[in-house]
């Protein structure tokens, strides 16, 4: 399997990542958001989709998740507001949710609409490594869809292993045993965390997400590894500006 | 044929198509620990000393198995009530806190947290962390807060911290979500004390061998009144499903025991506003389990709704969502009407006012008829000074 991912990760340059749930602020913004995303440089994309009860969530992905949802997001809708997505940008595109939403939609056909739309990957926190493994690697590697493991500070190295090995793009690493959006910058322990990581020497790339705020928070986490994912800060970011804003938060993070 | 697993689950948590732990990776670590110890910590002579001792003179077990004469004259059979409200705090919540804070202790956690919904599982939670002196964080929504507003202040007196969950409906599922996410925020020194059957595994089975001790009683307590071990009917009201999965627990594979699982219809199965999990749920994923759950076609989670704040969840645990899919047990379904009405009976026919929650089971009559020389045995889970406030309004005893 060779999909957009994998050729980005080839690249050497930092990753910089953006996580922004669908449906937010408005409806309809889903496709604007990841074109000003692309106009400034992003160089992928993770596409939230709402949920009513995000376990892995702290506040500010739960209220962008809640408007969503009133907004009158659903896992149909996203779809169809995907579906021109490749008429504007190559860059990879993750789909992030939680199992249920893909669950009642019908696993299979979650993975054929990621498919048609041009997705790449899938995050879904609460599907473990063994169900995904036993049930629907097969769907997911059909559909050329990586499957994106999370591991934490507290994550066994033997397990660690385990999902490396089930994995085949990047792993995200959790920077710390946290919800989205709860960190206050990165000390001693998160680089000693990122550093033994990163010399495990993994097949798979990784990747940081969870308290990357600003560039210092970035350049730590990068020097470790490919790149980071920032979420709730660019979230707190469009609520306060709005999404034409994006500009000056991205560039805050790139200029180096 | 495969052994229906009515009792306990298989190796990875599932009873028949249900259960499961599907949890974020964050978790993983936390409810590993739990599911490598929790088997061998029950079965140790060490764990059931403290355990048994701690039910004994604490708890105040074992809790009576009373004959309701006067409710059995009404409906003509024959009415045992099992007196988890007798127990210390109330309910029969206390059984399982005392059992995982001894094994909070052995886990070596410094700080315990739990969510609560009528307030009876944040009492008994706080109260042996009182007892142990651990520091105690309970998860209450705020609606639940207004409305168990004695149990929020018995919680303080005893000196825990209850932190108001302000998402979604503001009620149980909504304290569950923030109990988790304080987990995952605190993985090494805490211990979640879940309150009910639910959850990912191994709470399910964890909570349901803590609470077998209600069953194991009534059998003898039968035996010693009736010269049979074995009743005809167990009935029990199901929020979660735990004071339900301890008084049907050791007649779950004995196929001449009714099992009669008690739903809360709120204010109608077509109005809602309900928290009927079984008439109005399918199967999908809550609190890191598979379950039958209320939810939209999206598989967003319905917000529920019932005047008891214990039954006011949207899914049940998956040991009852397997004894609803195998037709192991029946389920009936009763409005928040009825059950006040059934509590204020109580009340008045036995001169037990029991908890909003246990008078839901007491309403199948309504629902149900049953043979003169049946033996039905209740667990009358809780009792109801929490709700008096709610009460009082509701039949307007005051004026
Ligand atoms: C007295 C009483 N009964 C029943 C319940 C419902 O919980 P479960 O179904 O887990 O027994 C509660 C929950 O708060 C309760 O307080």
Redesign the interface.
């Known amino acids: 399997m060779q999909n957009r991912i994998h050729q980005r990760l080839q690249q050497p340059e930092k990753i910089v990542s953006i996580y922004f749930t669908a449906g937010y602020p408005k409806r309809d913004d889903t496709l604007e958001v990841i074109q000003e995303l692309v106009n400034n440089g992003v160089d992928m994309i993770e596409v939230g989709l709402p ?3 995000p ?2 969530d ?1 506040p500010t992905i ?1 209220q962008s998740s ?1 408007q969503a ?1 009133k907004n009158g997001m ?3 809708l996203l779809f169809e507001q995907l579906k021109d997505l490749r008429q504007i940008t190559s860059v990879p595109v993750i789909v992030m949710g ?8 019908g696993v299979k056909a979650f993975c054929e609409s990621c498919e048609k739309c041009g997705i790449d990957g899938i995050i879904m ?4 490594i ?2 995904y493994q036993a049930e629907y690697q097969s769907i997911f590697e059909q559909h050329q869809l990586s499957f994106i ?4 500070p ?3 190295d033997e ?1 660690i292993k385990q ?1 490396d090995e089930a994995s085949n793009s990047f792993i995200y690493m ?1 920077s710390s ?3 989205t959006g ?1 960190q206050a910058g990165f000390g001693q322990t998160e680089l000693d965390y990122f550093k033994r990581i990163h010399d495990m020497r993994l097949k798979n790339k990784l990747i940081v997400g969870f308290g990357i705020k600003d560039q210092t928070s970035f350049d730590q986490a990068a020097q470790y590894t490919s790149g980071c994912i920032i979420g709730s800060a660019y979230i707190k970011h469009i609520t306060e500006h709005g999404l034409r804003q994006t500009k000056p938060f991205i560039k805050s993070l790139k200029e180096q | 044929m495969k052994t229906p697993l009515y009792k306990e689950p298989n190796s ?1 948590g599932f009873y028949g198509n249900f259960g ?7 978790l ?2 936390n409810v590993q620990e739990l599911n490598e110890a929790y088997t061998t910590i029950l079965a140790s002579n060490d764990f059931k000393k403290d355990f048994n001792k701690l039910l004994r003179d604490y708890v105040g077990r074992p809790t009576p198995l009373y004959f309701a004469e006067r409710l059995s004259e009404r409906y003509q059979t024959k009415i045992y009530l099992k007196r988890e409200d007798l127990c210390h705090t109330g309910a029969h919540k206390i059984n399982n806190t005392v059992g995982q804070i001894l094994m909070a202790k052995r886990l070596g956690k410094k700080r315990i947290i739990a969510e609560t919904g009528a307030g009876q599982h944040g009492v008994a939670t706080a109260t042996v962390c009182a007892l142990m002196g651990i520091e105690c964080v309970v998860y209450m929504g705020a609606v639940d807060i207004k409305r168990q507003a004695p149990n929020v202040s018995r919680m303080k007196m005893l000196g825990a911290t209850v932190k108001p969950a302000t ?2 409906s503001q009620t149980l ?1 909504d304290a569950t ?1 923030e109990a ?2 304080d987990w ?5 020194d805490t211990h979640y004390i879940i309150g009910s059957v639910v959850g990912p595994h191994p709470y399910p089975d964890l909570v349901a061998k803590l609470q077998a001790v209600i069953s194991e009683e009534v059998e003898q307590q039968l035996f010693e009144k009736e010269g049979t071990k074995v009743p005809d009917h167990v009935i029990a009201c199901v929020g979660g499903g735990s004071n339900a999965a301890g008084i049907y627990y050791q007649f779950l594979n004995n196929p001449e025991v009714n099992i009669i699982a008690v739903e809360a219809e709120g204010k109608g199965i077509l109005t809602g506003e309900s928290a009927a999990t079984t008439r109005l749920g399918r199967s ?5 389990s598979k379950t039958l759950l209320m ?1 939209n ?5 319905t917000e529920p709704y019932s005047i008891s704040a214990g039954l006011d969840y949207p899914g049940i645990g998956p040991m009852h969502a397997n004894l609803f899919e195998s037709k192991r047990a029946e389920f009936i379904s009763v409005t928040d009407e009825d059950a006040m009405k059934a509590g204020l009976e109580l009340s008045q026919t036995e001169g037990i006012i029991p908890a909003i929650e246990t008078a839901h089971a007491f309403a199948i009559f309504k629902e149900r008829q049953f043979n003169h020389d049946e033996i039905l045995v209740f667990n009358c889970s809780g009792r109801g000074d929490k709700d008096l406030q709610t009460y009082t309004d509701y039949f307007k005893l005051i004026d």
Do not use: C, W
């Open positions: 949920y009513s009860d376990l892995a702290g739960q809640t949802l659903s896992s149909q939680y199992f249920n939403a893909m669950l009642q939609y926190p609460d599907l473990p063994d169900i493991s999370l591991i934490t507290q994550t066994s397990r999902l959790v045993a946290s919800t709860s | 990875l499961g732990a599907f949890i974020p990776e964050m993983y670590p998402s979604g599922k979500n988790i996410r995952i925020n605190n993985p090494t999908g994923i809550i609190h890191g939810q076609k999206d598989g967003q989670i």
